[in-house]
């Protein structure tokens, strides 16, 4: 099995100049999680923006990981942490 060097990862993604939320999108697939899931889920499918039953919207999801893409600090927040926990309305 192919092994992933985690601070190579990390390093390729902080190269990188980010200029809007999409370009964060984009870069942590291509750099992270693309990658990682090419080795450890090769049958699982990454979607952007899918959108829940029951309402709300995840930035991005790999099988049962959902990830939401938020500025620097957002979850050091009470209000970030009860978006995180609740959503927003």
């Known amino acids: 099995m192919q092994t992933l060097n985690k601070r190579n990862l990390a390093n ?14 984009l870069f942590a697939f291509a750099d992270i999680f693309n990658p990682i899931q090419s080795v450890y889920a090769p049958h699982t499918v990454f979607q952007s923006e899918h959108t829940y039953a029951k309402g709300g919207r995840a930035d991005g999801t790999v099988s049962n990981l959902a990830i939401e893409y938020k500025k620097y600090n957002h979850f050091k927040t009470q209000r970030g942490m009860d978006e995180a926990l609740y959503g927003k309305n």
């Open 12 to 25: 390729a993604f902080k190269s990188r100049k980010f200029t809007k939320e999409d370009d964060i999108k």
